[in-house]
């Protein structure tokens, strides 16, 4: 029996030699081809990238096979490439589409399946339903052309897609101040695809850059995963009071996100980062336009959007939702809570390449180490408190969905309950501008409680009550 694929939050994942085998993605390629010849592009160009994770290049060939056997012009890559250089390609090599072979920031376990459209941003919700349902249930219904006929033929070609990539980033911005800043910075590449690009940026100068984790290793030591969360972070944070550094960037696996840490040593979190983004874009950049942020992220935007008068739109969790967003309102910055951010003149994806460039940018203007661009920060629209905790749970979802439904406590940690939001998981807003979320994993019976405050001491109470809530404490 063939293996079901259902698309998540960014793609489709599962465990390597279970779930995702060749033929799996071979099927899941096939929808995806399929999708494309009914959108009746002008041209048929698709570019296929791949991370470091095990066996991806293989995954990634086969991935490419597919796509030339339904006539497709494939570009793909000649090595391990970051997510957002990827997203780039579709647009330098004016293509119609991107497959992406990334597990993102998953377990060593699993691997996975990206989609790019047109644009270099994630499908739609809708366009996601029709790619799955055009995935044929036999293997006999995919279209193959072996990689050598296909290059032949002219219908694959090896390309390396940083020279455009980074020739767009000179574009946005000047890199030279950063080269000659005399930062010491520490990028911990989580053994992932941003190994390398820091260096290669930012050389040449008086700025020190120093990696950590910049090998090919599938199974990440030091770390569970690579996501740019504690404690796989904690060995660079170590590092930069060990070594006395300005500042620790992080990208996770495939670099699509990014994580921050002070000259401290402390983690600054992806909230936290969100904010202070979005606020290098207002008051060093002077850009004006709308911020997009999932529901999940922080109400701090919603503070600098009232300063500065640019309106804040909310969307459901992933990207899916903030790509679509961001291009019908041109926004000037979209993320979400997990650390992937984008920006206007970009393409409307996460880029953790990007995001390190802008903070270092913004040290350099504002003459500030990451510790005072928080305080800086916080001066402005008051200190936020973020916290999260996964718990697994056992029972019937929809059980404790129904629960948390009829729940409607009037005040969670003593704060008055001030709104619901239940479009996607169940948000409570509270009364000093923070919020509660509970939601449940698509993939595992795993439920999420994220909290924002500006009081700190009531961060644990408010989770502890989401918990609650669910019928997990």
Same mark, same amino acid.
């Given at each position: 029996m063939s293996v079901e694929i259902k698309f998540g939050t960014d793609g489709w994942r599962a465990g390597i030699a279970q779930d995702y085998t060749f033929d799996s993605v071979r099927r899941c390629t096939q929808g995806f081809a399929s999708y494309l010849?009914?959108?009746?592009?002008?041209?048929? /160009?698709?570019? *296929?990238?791949?991370?470091? /994770?095990?066996?991806?290049?293989?995954?990634?060939?086969?991935?490419?096979?597919?796509?030339?056997g339904n006539g497709f012009e494939v570009?793909?890559?000649?090595?391990?490439?970051?997510?957002? *250089?990827?997203? %780039?390609?579709?647009? $330098?090599?004016? &293509?119609?589409?991107?497959?992406?072979?990334?597990?993102?920031?998953? =377990?060593?376990?699993?691997?996975g399946f990206k989609v790019r459209d047109q644009n270099g941003g994630a499908v739609p919700p809708e366009g996601l339903k029709q790619i799955e349902s055009l995935i044929p249930a036999d293997i006999s219904d995919v279209k193959v052309l072996d990689a050598e006929n296909a290059k032949k033929r002219g219908l694959l070609t090896y390309?390396?897609? &940083?020279?455009?990539?980074?020739?767009?980033?000179?574009?946005? @911005?000047?890199?030279?101040?950063?080269?000659? &800043?005399?930062?010491? *910075?520490? *990028?911990?590449?989580?053994?992932g695809n941003g190994a390398g690009w820091f260096p290669r940026l930012l050389s040449g100068g008086k700025t020190i850059i120093e990696e950590i984790h910049n090998q090919r290793n599938p199974i990440f030591p030091e770390m569970n995963r690579p996501e740019p969360i504690s404690p796989n972070i904690d060995v660079g944070l170590q590092e930069v009071t060990k070594r006395k550094f300005d500042v620790l960037l992080i990208n996770d696996g495939d670099a699509d996100r990014f994580g921050l840490g002070d000259e401290k040593g402390n983690f600054i979190n992806q909230l936290q980062v969100f904010a202070l983004l979005a606020? %290098?874009?207002l008051e060093v950049r002077k850009e004006r336009g709308a911020i997009v942020k999932t529901l999940s992220t922080t109400s701090m935007l919603e503070k600098l959007g009232k300063i500065y008068s640019v309106p804040v739109y909310e969307t459901g969790v992933g990207f899916k939702f903030v790509a679509p967003k961001m291009l019908e309102t041109d926004a000037m910055i979209g993320g979400e809570e997990s650390g992937g951010f984008a920006f206007r003149g970009n393409v409307p994806e996460r880029d953790g390449i990007l995001a390190g460039l802008y903070l270092l940018d913004m040290m350099v203007k504002?003459?500030? +180490?990451?510790s005072e661009l928080l305080?800086?920060?916080? $001066?402005? @629209?008051?200190?936020?408190?973020y916290d999260r905790v996964d718990n697994r749970f056992v029972g019937d979802q929809k059980e404790k969905e129904n629960r948390i439904i009829s729940a409607k406590p009037e005040k969670i940690a003593g704060l008055k309950v001030t709104g619901f939001n239940f479009e996607?998981?169940? +948000?409570?807003?509270?009364?000093?501008?923070?919020?509660?979320? @509970?939601?449940?994993?698509?993939?595992? =019976?795993? @439920?999420?409680?994220y909290c924002e405050t500006t009081h700190k001491d009531k961060v644990q109470e408010i989770l502890k009550s989401g918990l609650k809530i669910a019928g997990i404490e």
């Open positions: 010849k009914l959108s009746k592009h002008k041209n048929n /160009r698709v570019v *296929v990238g791949y991370d470091m /994770r095990f066996l991806s290049e293989h995954f990634a060939r086969t991935a490419a096979e597919v796509l030339a570009f793909l890559t000649e090595g391990p490439t970051p997510t957002p *250089v990827i997203s %780039y390609s579709v647009i $330098s090599e004016n &293509a119609i589409g991107a497959v992406n072979i990334t597990a993102s920031h998953n =377990p060593p376990t699993d691997n390309f390396d897609a &940083a020279p455009k990539y980074i020739k767009h980033l000179e574009d946005l @911005i000047d890199l030279q101040p950063l080269k000659d &800043a005399g930062f010491k *910075v520490l *990028v911990d590449a989580m053994w606020y %290098y874009m504002l003459n500030k +180490k990451p305080e800086l920060l916080f $001066s402005k @629209i008051g200190p936020h408190y996607d998981g169940y +948000k409570f807003s509270l009364e000093d501008g923070g919020w509660l979320l @509970i939601r449940f994993s698509g993939t595992e =019976p795993l @439920i999420r409680v």
